[in-house]
């Protein structure tokens, strides 16, 4: 699938609020929609403006066509924008995805930054694709303000000497008592295994959400780690 | 799915390391054991200690037992345990979800409980079963020591008037400046509509997370939500 994507150039974005977000938003080059005749019919200045193709069939077909279970009223083919990373000074706080494998968790983290106002999600090569449906579903729309590119690590610390590299671990100051030194990029790791070994060494401050003394889990899920974290972040002091 | 584990006054958990955790923990009455070859000879004493029957199988059968689509080595099923609400004075702090529908976030929310040390999660009766197979693996073990009873929100409030209602809104103080009353219940309301009409009016304190100024998403993920608002009420004062 993530080779039929890079191939053709190519993905989809399943959902109807989502398709006309697309749609709405010029620098997105949508290049045909299918959608229920209800929706069609709903929507056809729309695309008519965006200057689609507009197919209709059932919500079988575009359950089958998305690969999704929920059921969708329409979808839309986009063209891949450049997705490289930007390397201007860009804001006070990015993030750095290393190995994130669950699509659920990309897009779910994808909203979050969406909603801290962080532009650029880095993403290290063996993290999920990005235009994987079930990534772009679960953004709720936020892949169409937030960057994502992929690059390692290592890059991307050469291009910004000047960031501090914060780090989400088991094993780290607790998010709330260290003093934030802007710009920072925040690293988050794989769900299983956490950051790699060869990204740790990167990494100048570790962090850590503290377990309450009558906390039994072993760690929390990737993408509430990172929310956690980003609201501490970006809390007034 | 649901009306069979009422009636069987069963349910199954999946996975390796839930299915030892559960042989593990005295208080749970594991009744048998399906897993494989590979799985019932590494576990057998275990199993034995427990006096669970086991039964060997292999991967395929598992995953079409389970319905989960991840292979497990393993699943048990489990006599499902009173789970009435506890109106002892309990602690700190407790959580109330309203109306939650996806089992991931149900799951994801009883592992941030866990986490924070919040030993009761009350669910709303149109909130999703907790003995769904992807909420029991989504807690990552945790259903083993949070409570979760079932109770509409007047009954609670009724059997705990001293508890602080804050409830989770797009517009409410800001969890952060806020000064928490404890013993306070905290309400997250449905993935899509929020906290229900009914239960607004039962909310003492309206609170929020403050979106950036350069932030363009909706809203965030109710898992999330919880994870930062749970984050803010347990951090460091």
Redesign the interface.
């Known amino acids: 699938m993530k080779k039929n994507r890079e191939v053709t150039n190519r993905f989809l974005a399943a959902g109807d609020k989502i398709v006309r977000e697309v749609l709405e938003h010029q620098n997105w080059n949508a290049e045909l929609v299918m959608a229920t005749a209800e929706w069609c019919e709903k929507n056809a200045p729309l695309c008519e403006n965006a200057q689609v193709e507009l197919f209709t069939c059932s919500e079988t077909e575009l359950a089958q066509a998305s690969g999704l279970k929920t059921p969708n009223q329409a979808m839309v083919v986009v063209l891949t924008p450049d997705n490289t990373a930007d390397f201007q000074p860009l804001d006070t706080l990015a993030l750095y995805l290393d190995g994130i494998q669950d699509p659920?968790n990309l897009g779910?983290i994808l909203?979050?930054a969406?909603?801290?106002?962080?532009?650029q999600v880095f993403r290290s090569p063996d993290t999920v694709d990005l235009y994987n449906p079930k990534v772009i579903q679960a953004t709720?729309?936020?892949f169409?303000?937030v960057k994502s590119p992929e690059i390692s690590l290592s890059d991307l610390k050469k291009n910004h000497p000047q960031w501090t590299t914060y780090g989400a671990l088991l094993e780290g100051m607790?998010v709330?008592?260290i003093e934030v030194k802007a710009p920072s990029l925040l690293v988050i790791g794989n769900e299983g295994r956490g950051i790699s070994i060869r990204n740790l060494t990167l990494v100048d401050c570790p962090i850590s959400?503290?377990?309450?003394?009558?906390?039994?889990?072993?760690?929390?899920?990737a993408?509430?780690?990172?929310?956690?974290i980003c609201?501490?972040f970006?809390?007034?002091t």
């Open positions: 659920g779910t909203r979050i969406d909603w801290f106002g962080i532009p709720m729309g936020s169409l303000r607790d709330f008592q959400i503290l377990r309450h003394a009558n906390g039994g889990a072993e760690s929390l899920n993408a509430v780690a990172t929310g956690i609201a501490a970006r809390r007034p």
